[in-house]
């Protein structure tokens, strides 16, 4: 099988053989809730503990400028093994990439429940990141798997894309009861627990035999999917993207003209251009991010676009999170429910932007999500009181969070729609690597925070422009399997107007 690079050629699923047609409707539909459930939970990993770092830093005598490392820790082995992860999905078994990310985060969760010091808690943290960092590519892998079926594919990837934004937002929420009526470590034995379900549901309910994996004979290593594992490349981007985002992360708390800042930013850059030249050398079947997977149609800008949901969601999360903590003084609970339309919003989005993929081009429902999320986002930064929570504050939750959710679920679809089906691991662990910067202006001021909304208004606005410009396909409306047949056919009575319709049928 051959798919063109930087043409209109559109890649869909049902290219695929071996699919899981063994499966019944009811077992396929409840692994999909197993699969966005763990989207749940890596989601829930970072926003529960924003309630619940205070209790653990007055408990581990952890300073402020220190406790950011309880979720900059995980964030870092998330965003630096996706690759990694990825590349396992698409020359493996998927099944057990997840399987064994979930197990990993169960366990480590439940150890770091139990300690009680700053270093080893941190250190359980980073090791659940890379339990996320498998969970996810593998994921994206195995739902592409079980839906082969355009339309049905679109809504199960919108779903899991929704499980995101869910998770961002009752996971403050929960993370705030369980250390309200419990304690801290029950934010961690909750994640023990439920992972360890979903990866025994796996076991149970998920073929192995019957997975579509390529080059692979019973999941055995051999020395060939090991070079095609690209151990070189994908050490290099790791190890750039560890130290960036170590330094990113300690140049906001120790400034950002200290060695330790400057010589880790510095080797990241010089990594990340080894990177480059290195995936350039390799043969394509041998490069972890081959040159050409950039050439995919409208590939370049919706990684762009990508971006910018987990960074708008962070972003708004975490400032408003400290101002009604901190400067409030809000119990935790309350700030939680102040967030809660950010959760609440996602069930009529999500349905309304499954109609609306079905209906018209996604490229005009991702510029649609941004100009509504832009809307949204030019009140926040006027929302300096709690007196305006209702007037200013709530309508910016509203209209930036639907937008954020449109463009969110339709630019996964587009994303997965452009690309073969043999990459979906690699393309989800692009599609997900993204890194959340903010600054703010001091503890109890505002203008830092007004500041930040700005950015994300100025970065909304340069988005727009981007898709304007840049996304050229106007990739269609999602389609059901039988029309999706009868246009392909078509364009090959076209294009080989010399064959009979019988021998294209054939060919198809």
């Given amino acids: ?30 692994l999909l809730f197993v699969l966005c459930f763990a989207q749940f939970i890596d989601a829930f990993n970072n926003t529960a503990f924003i309630a619940a770092i205070p209790p653990i830093a007055q408990d581990l005598n952890i300073s402020n400028s220190r406790s950011v490392w309880l979720l900059s820790g995980y964030q870092l082995t998330l965003a630096a093994l996706l690759l990694s992860s990825g590349r396992l999905s698409d020359l493996y078994n998927p099944k057990w990439v997840f399987v064994a990310g979930t197990l990993l985060m ?20 980073a090791f659940m990141g890379i339990g996320a960092a498998l969970n996810i590519p593998s994921a994206m892998s195995l739902i592409i798997w079980l839906f082969p079926e355009p339309a049905t594919q679109s809504q199960a990837l919108a779903a899991f894309a929704c499980a995101a934004g869910i998770g961002n937002v009752l996971g403050l929420i929960t993370g705030a009861l369980l250390v309200s009526f419990a304690d801290w470590p029950w934010v961690l034995y909750f994640t023990t627990i439920l992972t360890f379900i979903l990866a025994i549901a796996t076991i149970a309910l998920l073929p192995s035999k019957n997975i579509h994996i390529r080059d692979s004979i019973d999941g055995a ?7 095609r594992l690209d151990p070189v490349g994908v050490s290099s981007l790791t190890i750039a993207l560890i130290l ?50 950039w050439k995919y149609p409208d590939f370049p800008i919706l990684i762009a676009v990508s971006l910018q949901p987990f ?120 599609f997900t690597c993204a890194l959340q910067l903010e600054n703010h202006g001091g503890p109890n001021g505002f203008y830092g925070r007004a500041a930040g909304f700005w950015f994300l208004f100025a970065f909304g606005a340069v988005e727009i422009i981007g898709v304007l410009a840049f996304m050229r396909r106007n990739a269609a409306p999602v389609k059901h399997t039988e029309e999706a047949n009868i246009e392909r056919i078509e364009e090959l009575e076209v294009k080989h107007s010399d064959k009979s319709l019988v021998e294209l049928r054939d060919a198809e």
Avoid at 7 to 25: C, G, Q
Wanted: charged share 10%; hydrophobic share 55%; net charge neutral.
């Fill in 106 to 125: 169960s366990l480590c969760a439940l150890g770091a429940g139990f300690v009680r010091s700053e270093i080893p808690l941190v250190v359980l943290r």
């Fill in 311 to 430: 960074m708008w969601w962070a972003s708004v999360q975490l400032l408003f999170s400290w101002l009604y903590q901190e400067v409030y003084g809000w119990s935790t609970i309350m700030a939680a429910v102040h967030f809660l339309p950010l959760g609440l919003i996602t069930f009529p989005i999500m349905a309304i932007a499954s109609t609306l993929q079905q209906r018209f081009p996604l490229k005009w429902i991702i510029l649609f999500g941004q100009v509504l999320a832009l809307a949204g986002t030019v009140l926040l930064p006027f929302a300096d009181s709690k007196e305006r929570y209702w007037s200013l504050t709530l309508p910016g939750f509203i209209l930036g969070s639907s937008g954020m959710l449109f463009v969110f679920t339709t630019t996964n679809i587009a994303l997965f729609a452009n690309t073969p089906p043999e990459v979906a691991g690699i393309v989800g662990a692009i």
């Fill in 221 to 227: 290593l051999s020395m060939a999917q090991l070079k």
């Fill in 1 to 30: 099988m051959s798919f063109g690079h930087g043409t209109d050629e559109k890649f869909t699923t049902s290219s695929v053989p071996d699919v899981s047609v063994a499966l019944s409707t009811q077992v396929k539909f409840t």
């Fill in 244 to 293: 960036f985002i170590f330094a990113v992360t300690s140049g906001s708390v120790d400034g950002w003209g200290t060695a330790q800042v400057i010589a880790p930013l510095v080797l990241s850059v010089v990594l990340a251009v080894c990177f480059v030249f290195w995936e350039a050398h390799l043969p394509t079947t041998l490069a972890a991010v081959p040159p050409s997977m």
